[in-house]
């Protein structure tokens, strides 16, 4: 079946703009998780969603990161005002709430700030 | 705090050879999940394989098996007849057992595998 799925594969942005992340993932996945991988700060968690639960917005580094999930599936990420150091490849994993344990990766977003 | 640590940043394999990737993590919870993950340079992060801190067996796949040692907080990737589509990065992650909200994966910072022909 369909893997999870994230677009734009790249993007190119100028510092100060506001940029959206999507990310769909498996059908029937409840859960869905969003991290950053970059050079310096390696693999981090920055939010989850569980069904139509509140999200957990723990690891969001700035209240210019927000993101939603609409309808318990597509998930857009959202960065406002971007600066140089949101320059990372931003990926999205989900899972199942049977196998919650078990988190499949979509290839990812890199981001690259000008 | 839950944390993971992989001390290679870098290693390299002979093809057809057995390399083995360190680990080693800290945490103060009994019951958890330990992982590696491949992430060829498409970015894809593909699941290798998975261990339960309740078994003590060691998970094996194939040609990629574990050394779990508990009480030491070790996990070790070991890769037997190593092919050349195994050269990635290798990251270790651990995640709690009772998920939820605190059901993210914690990584390590990886080790880039090479191998030769």
């Known amino acids: 079946g369909a893997g999870v799925s994230q677009s734009p594969s790249n993007k190119v942005t100028e510092k100060g703009k506001d940029v959206e992340l999507r990310c769909d993932p498996i059908s029937g996945h409840t859960a869905l998780y969003w991290y950053r991988q970059s050079l310096g700060q390696g693999l981090e968690f920055l939010i989850y969603?569980?069904?139509?639960?509140?999200?957990?917005k723990s690891g969001l580094p700035s209240d210019r990161f927000s993101a939603e999930r609409t309808g318990g599936s597509v998930s857009t990420l959202t960065i406002q005002r971007t600066q140089q150091e949101d320059s990372a490849v931003y990926l999205c994993a989900s899972s199942f709430s049977g196998r919650a344990y078990e988190q499949y990766f979509g290839p990812g977003t890199r981001l690259t700030v000008t | 705090a839950q944390t993971v640590t992989q001390s290679q940043p870098e290693m390299s394999v002979q093809e057809a050879e057995t390399v083995t990737l360190s680990c080693t993590y800290d945490?103060?919870?009994?019951?958890?999940?330990l992982f590696w993950y491949k992430q060829p340079p498409s970015r894809q992060m593909i699941l290798v394989i998975r261990?339960?801190?309740?078994?003590?067996q060691n998970a094996t796949e194939n040609r990629f098996s574990v050394n779990f040692q508990k009480a030491a907080k070790s996990f070790s990737l070991k890769i037997s007849d190593s092919q050349l589509g195994d050269a990635a990065m290798y990251f270790c992650?651990?995640?709690?057992?009772?998920?939820?909200?605190?059901?993210?994966?914690?990584f390590g910072k990886g080790t880039k595998l090479s191998v030769k022909p």
């Open positions: 945490t103060s919870e009994s019951d958890y999940y």
């Open positions: 261990q339960e801190a309740y078994k003590q």
């Open positions: 969603f569980q069904g139509n639960s509140a999200p957990d």
């Open positions: 992650a651990y995640r709690r057992s009772w998920g939820g909200s605190q059901g993210n994966l914690i």
